[in-house]
């Protein structure tokens, strides 16, 4: 179960346990090949384009694709902070042609709990309420699918 923090300060926090090691969660975060298996906003979604240059001012990039779509959504950043097999944390900013995107900031935190792993993720700098509903909802269904990947 992930729980959901929303604060009026706009920014949210989830939390889930995972049922492995920590440096198996953090590795799925951080290769590419893990990343194009889980990453997407809801189960179905595929994850076409995973880019990870795993480093301080490093950038990635993440596609995701609807399975009724022909578009990409990408999204991508730079790290900023890279603590191996305990945190990470990276710009967030999903390329559009059709309007300015914010830059957001995500911190994941990887936590060892009892043979199990806590991811605390934290997205913050949104601009308004919806977006980071929005934002919510997506990362809901990234965790999910990790779970999924993680498990099997």
Not at 86 to 110: C, K
Not at 119 to 147: P, S, Y
Request: proline content about 5%.
């Amino acid at each position: 179960m992930t729980n959901l923090t929303k604060d009026p300060a706009i920014y949210l926090e989830l939390k889930r346990t995972y049922p492995v090691p920590r440096e198996r969660v953090f590795r799925a975060w951080t290769d590419p090949a893990q990343l194009k298996k889980w990453f997407a906003v809801a189960e179905g979604f595929s994850t076409p384009i995973a880019e990870v240059d795993l480093k301080v001012g490093g950038r990635y990039r993440i596609g995701m694709q609807a399975p009724d779509s022909d578009e990409v959504m990408v999204a991508g950043g730079v790290y900023r902070e890279i603590s191996q097999s305990d945190r990470l944390v990276f710009t967030w900013q999903w390329e559009s042609p059709s309007a300015d995107e914010p830059v957001t900031l995500v911190t994941v935190e990887f936590h060892e709990r009892n043979n199990a792993t806590e991811v605390i993720l934290k997205h913050e700098r949104f601009t308004n309420i919806a977006q980071r509903d929005k934002h919510g909802e997506g990362w809901i269904g990234c965790m999910n699918n990790l779970e999924r990947l993680l498990i099997a």
